[in-house]
């Protein structure tokens, strides 16, 4: 009964529709024709956009035959189309002239024309294959700007033009989005989003009631925009493909939303779900670096930054909708550029105000849940220091992350200083590059960068978690055992995975550490695998830099190199160094940008240390060459005590190096089983002492046990002891 009421109603508005409406009502281009001239931000985007558009105008435009895949002609033509049908709209709105509606209204007809005879795009090589591009998503995109052109210039077309338009440009693309596509269309995922944005879109630009009902519902009534709005984030925020593709998911969740708050306010689509939306965008802008780039978490290509056109849409229509922010503002400030909307017009005045503007976007740490109701996993971004001498690292115990995820539970990667130190390889894709696989993931990302050992987390017996089978991992996010981030000096969180393997179950806690008269944070990573069998067990730095120096000896292989291992990512790793040690501490030095990073590790009775790059059994040089350095255990129960450690400054125009070598002298275990870990640190003399419980957790239960043949005492699950006195207690 209430689909149907929900039905009625959509028809009751979609009849009397006033458009245009999809993009932004007459109202509403009205204002903003009077803002053009009045903000320097708004102007410069408005002539770039007109300057573009005004090249075409008295020209053919091509619409060809679709037969290239991304990068080639025909892709990119297309592209380019569809935003020039937007931009050719809004000009038309916006100054009058009947020659961008006319370029406009010719294009669309040019596609009412291709679009019916299409079949399956040529280059196309995934289960959604595409009509007017290799892949459906793109032809989703196509619908998202097309639909809103078309609906810029439908008050001066023709009864005739529109019905030529609306059943030969759209119908076909949307027959065979939601009929021959139905199971993809109705997928919770990206694709899905832009798939439902653009039939809802489209369907609000031609006043179909039922084209606006599947976008909403789905074809079976149980998935669409509402549930993707639902599943898709966690209640904070967080999006479970991963910070890079929240970032594209954004625009068509944001343009539907704001197509929906003009042609069905009723809704109140940007209130649902607790403002959902406003916090994606904030849990998105959280998770990028100092550069604006997001942390390459899943598949994710490192180069993607926030000033992105998703982006620029996401925060214009937020300003619009949900009021003034002076940090979207800082973002903004970095965009550089605004859309053609009121959304726009707002930041671009508060720009050209300067009021209260921030010089950077006030990165914090934060802990996001992963799932609809955050208990399948989640982050945690753990930060110290500002503007551009901030330290950050990311924690990832999340579920698996849909088609997109890696398999890389409890991985960790650090940035300082606007760098990469502890590196994630992100994603093996060029993407727009056609000549590398038209433009597609190329087949070493699923081998390599999605296996384990391409991450900073542990891989069982040169096997990646879940056995690299997706369904298992979405069915086993990890778990956070529990975190204190209250005090910015004292930063922990404790994470288990269960059930990455058959027998062995992992746990990690990280400490970042802010001590006594040091300027930069300490990590202490604890790294626990636990099972009743013998295995092997590989924890990799995968680092960002120049090697500097090691605490031991090791062999080079440089006459000739074998590969790490031959399957699960291995065989991609030239094994270019070795060394085995014995009751030690491991260290390595090495530089990134003008600083010294040191990882130190406790080798305990045995370790195995290689040397790698990435880039065997590569004939194509698709994988970047990436050096990793790996700890090798062997043995049932298992206890990695690594620490992490930013040292010291390189001028190389001075030639001066101030403090290169770590101050981390000593690494021991004064107890570690089933109920506890005490590791004792030695850095220039001075004694660190971090003890946890590893089965009660309780913040309020006391500890009193024997450690080193010393009573150790301490509240709630984990106590932090430096030169004898409790930093937390």
């Not at 809103?148 to 030969?168: H, N, S, V, W």
């Not at 062999?555 to 030239?574: I, P």
Request: aromatic share 12%; proline share 4%.
């Amino acid at each position: 009964m209430r689909m149907l009421t929900v039905y009625l109603l959509c028809l009751s508005v979609l009849a009397h529709a006033q458009h245009p409406v999809a993009f932004a009502t007459k109202a509403d281009l009205l204002q903003l024709k009077g803002q053009l001239n009045r903000y320097p931000a708004l102007t410069a985007s408005y002539t770039d956009t007109k300057k573009m558009v005004d090249a075409w105008l008295g020209k053919e435009v091509d619409v060809p035959f679709p037969k290239d895949p991304a990068g080639g002609y025909t892709h990119e033509r297309h592209k380019e189309n569809y935003i020039l049908m937007l931009n050719g709209g809004l000009l038309y709105n916006l100054t009058g002239d009947r020659r961008y509606a006319l370029l406009v209204r010719d294009m669309l007809l040019k596609y009412a024309a291709l679009n019916p005879g299409l079949g399956k795009h040529p280059q196309a090589t995934s289960s959604s294959p595409g009509r007017i591009f290799w892949q459906a998503l793109n032809d989703a995109n196509w619908l998202v700007y097309a639909g809103l052109g078309y609906d810029l210039i439908q008050p001066m077309l023709t009864p005739a033009e529109r019905k030529t338009i609306e059943q030969g440009a759209f119908k076909p693309e949307v027959d065979f989005i939601t009929k021959d596509l139905e199971s993809w269309f109705n997928l919770i995922h990206n694709h899905g989003v832009w798939a439902c944005a653009g039939v809802g879109i489209v369907g609000i630009a031609t006043d179909n009631a039922d084209y606006v009902r599947m976008a909403l519902h789905g074809t079976d009534g149980k998935s669409g925009y509402m549930v993707q709005l639902d599943e898709l984030f966690s209640p904070d925020g967080y999006y479970t493909e991963g910070p890079y593709y929240v970032r594209y998911a954004l625009l068509p969740f944001y343009l539907f939303a704001n197509a929906l708050n003009n042609a069905r306010p009723e809704l109140k689509i940007f209130e649902h779900r607790g403002r959902i939306l406003r916090k994606a965008l904030d849990a998105g802008l959280q998770q990028t670096n100092t550069d604006g780039r997001f942390f390459p978490v899943n598949d994710a290509i490192k180069e993607k930054d926030y000033t992105t056109n998703e982006l620029v849409t996401a925060v214009n229509i937020a300003w619009d909708v949900y009021g003034k922010d002076e940090a979207l503002l800082a973002i903004a400030a970095r965009q550089g550029r605004v859309m053609l909307h009121t959304g726009g017009a707002g930041v671009a005045a508060a720009l050209a105000a300067g009021k209260g503007a921030m010089a950077a976007y006030p990165y914090k740490t934060v802990e996001y849940g992963d799932g609809p109701k955050g208990n399948q996993g989640g982050i945690s971004l753990l930060r110290s220091g500002t503007g551009s001498n901030l330290t950050s690292l990311f924690f990832k115990y999340a579920s698996h992350g849909l088609s997109h995820g890696h398999y890389d539970r409890l991985g960790i990667f650090l940035y300082d200083q606007g760098n990469e130190v502890l590196a994630d390889y992100g994603a093996v894709r060029f993407i727009g590059v056609e000549q590398k696989w038209g433009g597609r993931y190329l087949p070493e990302n699923k081998t390599y960068a999605a296996q384990t050992i391409a991450h900073n987390t542990i891989t069982v017996d040169e096997t990646s978690h879940f056995k690299g089978k997706e369904a298992d991992a979405e069915k086993n996010p990890g778990q956070k055992i529990f975190s204190d981030v209250k005090d910015p000096r004292i930063q922990v969180v404790a994470a288990k995975e269960e059930k990455a393997y058959d027998d062995v179950r992992l746990y990690r806690t990280v400490y970042f550490l802010q001590l006594p008269g040091a300027s930069k944070p300490l990590l202490v990573d604890l790294f626990r695998t636990v099972s009743d069998n013998v295995h092997q067990y590989d924890l990799p730095f995968q680092y960002n830099g120049q090697l500097i120096s090691t605490s031991f000896a090791y062999q080079s292989h440089t006459a000739q190199q074998q590969t790490l291992g031959k399957r699960n990512g291995y065989q991609f790793l030239w094994k270019e160094a070795e060394a085995i040690l014995k009751d030690t501490m491991a260290q390595l030095t090495f530089l990134t940008g003008k600083t010294y990073y040191s990882v130190s590790t406790l080798t305990g009775d045995s370790a195995h240390i290689f040397f790698t790059r990435a880039g065997a059994n590569d004939p194509n040089f698709n994988l970047r060459r990436v050096p990793s350095y790996i700890i090798r255990k062997r043995g049932t129960s298992k206890q990695f005590v690594s620490v992490v450690e930013i040292h010291g400054n390189y001028d190389p125009v001075g030639e001066f190096s101030g403090n290169a070598y770590s101050s981390v002298q000593d690494i021991s275990l004064l107890r570690e089983d089933g109920d506890y870990t005490i590791a004792r640190i030695r850095i220039k003399g001075k004694e660190l002492i971090v003890a946890q419980a590893n089965k009660e957790y309780g913040a309020a239960l006391r500890h009193s046990i024997s450690a080193g043949g010393k009573p150790v005492e301490w509240t709630g699950p984990f106590g932090i002891w430096y030169e004898g006195k409790p930093l937390k207690n």
